[in-house]
């Protein structure tokens, strides 16, 4: 099952790349914080790769569930927030979002680890970190809220944007990068839980696929409308 995970890092790279061009020209924060989450995945996917070639490191395992596993769909929810909310929320709710990187950084890179678990095929937090500890719920503190977010403001766009022809590919867009979303969320979740490790490495290369279709939709230029 290496390969999935490899492939989400080399899509994200490129997902990535393209969203750090589209950021700066002029300057789009939504971008800019979607180049990061992207940036994000790939070295969580990568650090999966890792470990699924040989045992887990606890570096590793750390990279993996801080970027993965808790930050990247805050950073995903923080772009589509840009989009929405005036430019003053969005960007007190950044301050609050580093705040809480920070905090969560801190919280994983010093949690104690049961390092006899980083021998299974994908660790759990709650073996690895143990039940109930900070570190092995920050991401249900984390990115199961940010998700609802993102997904709320995808159909809000989505709903705004139904009847205007011109923003037919937007609109599809905007809900393919939500779709994106839920494929992970919905791979990472039954494969954890019943430990199916090839569906939660095809979710992460299936999701982020499907998030950067809906990133190039979203900002294709509409096709010139055909003179009679």
């Known amino acids: 099952m290496w390969i999935f995970p490899l492939l989400a890092a080399l899509i994200s790279l490129v997902f990535a790349a393209a969203l750090v061009r589209a950021a ?24 999966m790769f ?16 801080l970027l993965g596993a808790t930050l990247t769909v805050p950073f995903l929810a923080q ?11 969005a960007n007190v709710l950044l301050v609050v979002l580093v705040f ?12 104690t680890m049961q390092l006899a678990y980083l021998h299974d095929e994908l660790p759990l937090g709650k073996d690895v970190f143990g039940a109930g500890s900070a570190a092995q719920r920050l991401p249900q503190l984390y990115a199961i809220p940010a998700y609802f977010v ?11 944007m139904r009847r205007r022809a011109e923003l037919r590919d937007r609109m599809l867009g905007t809900l393919g990068i939500a779709l994106g979303a839920t494929v992970v969320a919905v791979g990472s979740g039954i494969g ?19 998030m950067f279709w809906g990133f190039l939709r979203a900002t294709s230029r509409p096709a010139p409308v055909a003179a009679s």
């Open 79 to 89: 772009g589509e927030i840009y989009l929405l909310a005036p430019r003053t929320v």
């Open 150 to 160: 993102l997904l709320a403001g995808a159909g809000w766009s989505a709903w705004r």
């Open 50 to 65: 890792l470990g699924s070639l040989t045992n887990w490191t606890p570096a590793e395992f750390r990279l993996y569930w």
């Open 100 to 111: 809480g990187t920070a905090f969560a950084t801190a919280k994983i890179s010093s949690a």
């Open 192 to 210: 954890a839980a019943f430990g199916h490790v090839w569906l939660f490495s095809v979710g992460l290369a299936a999701g982020v696929a499907v």
């Open 24 to 47: 700066f020209r002029p300057w789009r924060p939504a971008q800019a914080m979607w180049a990061i989450a992207l940036l994000m995945y790939a070295v969580s996917s990568f650090a």
